[in-house]
């Protein structure tokens, strides 16, 4: 029974929920320079491409 208290108080704490949010936010921003890179390789491969094709 404590192992059970002790796993729900891990999972549920307000402490856990800030590091998730954290997590996610790292993540959303993470993203964003991901997209950022790909929208900038996509205008270097265009300049790069030859005209004729």
Partial sequence: MKT?????????????????ANSLTHIKEADQVAEAINKRLNEMQKKLKPKNC
Avoid: E, G, I, M
């Avoid at 059970?4 to 998730?20: E, G, M, P, W, Y």
């Fill in 4 to 20: 059970v208290l002790h796993l729900s108080r891990a999972v549920f704490s307000k402490n856990t929920d800030q590091q998730f």
